[in-house]
Structures are given as structure tokens and as C-alpha cells.
């Protein structure tokens, strides 16, 4: 794109700019690069997966712990129950012999850790982007990857809209936790069918990739392929 142009669509006008603020990585590199490490995920081993936590998970508690703790309460019970439906389903050992039949297994439990660990792998990496990153630039990369389907009529303008306008009312609605359940959502629906009272502007500045993006998606394509090399033989 060259120059800057605008739209409106509902409540919000996005405005786009060809120029990027000069990070190290563009925002969709970032994008590109935490996905390529979901697909590697169920190929790393336990120790390796235990230290990307960790690495992962101490910048995070120093600098962002509370909305981490936060997003980690939440998942909890997801993670418990991910444990205990492998630990009674998987067949094994005893893992409490007086229990019998009703006992989870011993490798049920192991099972159930080591989906726990992919969850968390997953769960840090992308609460250190989405910490470390902007709302408008993460927006901007998904814009980004998003402008090939324009040949294929996706209007992906109309998509940046709707995710903006998710993450804002989502946003005031944690911040302000006394309203009432699902008045975001209300608010969120009445922008976009245009029957709110604010003109909300984002500027996207959408950029390009640069050397040091194409050389950092290079190495996770390399990584990638090793892991899938390595787990199939």
C-alpha cells in the first residue's frame, strides 16, 4: 500500500499506514512464529517443555504477574481436568493400590501432566506476546496476514473492526468488573450495527517484513522441521 487511507465500518475507522514503528520483528512475524510453536508443541520432550515454561514464565511474573496469575486461575480447571480424565481413563498401574479399579493410573497421571505442560507452554508464550505487544500492533499483524484473502472477497477490514472492537469492550469490562455480566457484548453488537454514540479511529501502521523477519521465520521453519524429523524417527 502506499500513502494512508480510511475507512468506516460501524463505529470504528481504521486507518493504515505503510509504515511500520521499528521494531526488531513485525507483529506478524511474532504471530507466525508463536503458531509454529503450537504445531512443534506435542513434539517437545517434557524437560524441554518444563524449561520453555519456565524461561517463559519469569519475565511474565516479574513484570506482568498479575494479569498471568490471572490468566493462570482461569485456566486451572481446565488443567485439572485434563489431568484427572487421563489419570481414570488411561489403563496402567495403580497409582493408589488400595483404590483398586478406582484408582487413576500411574500413567494416566503422566499423560495428563504432560498435556498440562503443553497447555502452560502454550499459555505462556502467548501471554508474553500478548504482554509484550500492543493491541493495535497485534491487530496490524493479523490485518497483514489477513490481506491475501482480499482475493478471495473476505473483507478483512470488517474483521479488523470486529477484533478491535472485541479486545476494547473486553477490556473495559475487566477493568470495570462491577457491570453486569454480558453488557460488553451488548455494547460490542451495538458498535458494530453502527448504533453507538463514538467514532472510535485505530491506525494500523501495517508495514513490511524485513531481513531480520524473513532470517527469524527462516530458523522456526528450520526448528520446526528438526522436532518433525525428530518425531518421526
Known amino acids: 500500500m502506499h500513502g494512508s487511507c480510511s475507512l468506516n465500518w460501524g463505529d470504528v475507522s481504521v486507518e493504515k499506514s505503510p509504515q511500520a514503528s521499528g521494531e526488531f520483528l513485525h507483529p506478524a512475524s511474532l504471530i507466525l512464529i508463536w503458531l509454529a510453536f503450537a504445531f512443534c508443541v506435542p513434539w517437545l520432550r517434557p524437560a524441554e517443555l518444563s524449561a520453555i515454561v519456565l524461561l517463559f514464565s519469569l519475565p511474565l511474573l516479574l513484570r506482568h504477574s498479575a494479569q498471568y496469575l490471572k490468566l493462570l486461575r482461569r485456566s486451572r480447571w481446565l488443567l485439572i481436568s485434563m489431568i484427572l480424565v487421563y489419570a481414570f481413563v488411561t489403563p496402567g ?76 469492550y473486553a477490556e473495559k469490562a475487566e477493568r470495570g468488573g462491577s457491570r453486569r455480566s454480558g453488557e460488553w457484548r451488548e455494547r460490542m453488537h451495538a458498535a458494530l450495527r ?40
Open 93 to 168: 498401574v495403580a497409582a493408589v493400590a488400595v483404590l483398586g479399579a478406582y484408582s487413576p493410573s500411574q500413567e494416566g497421571l503422566l499423560s495428563g501432566g504432560l498435556q498440562a505442560l503443553h497447555l502452560l507452554a502454550l499459555l505462556a508464550t502467548l501471554a508474553l506476546l500478548l504482554a509484550t505487544t500492543s493491541r493495535d500492533r497485534i491487530l496490524a499483524g493479523l490485518y497483514f496476514l489477513l490481506r491475501p484473502f482480499v482475493l478471495i472477497g473476505v473483507d478483512i477490514d470488517r474483521v479488523a473492526s470486529r477484533i478491535w472492537l472485541t479486545l476494547h
Open 194 to 233: 453502527g448504533s453507538g454514540h463514538e467514532m472510535v479511529s485505530i491506525k494500523l501502521e501495517i508495514g513490511r517484513l524485513s531481513r531480520s523477519d524473513y532470517a527469524a521465520l527462516f530458523c522456526s521453519v528450520l526448528v520446526l522441521g528438526l522436532l518433525l524429523a525428530r518425531g518421526m524417527s
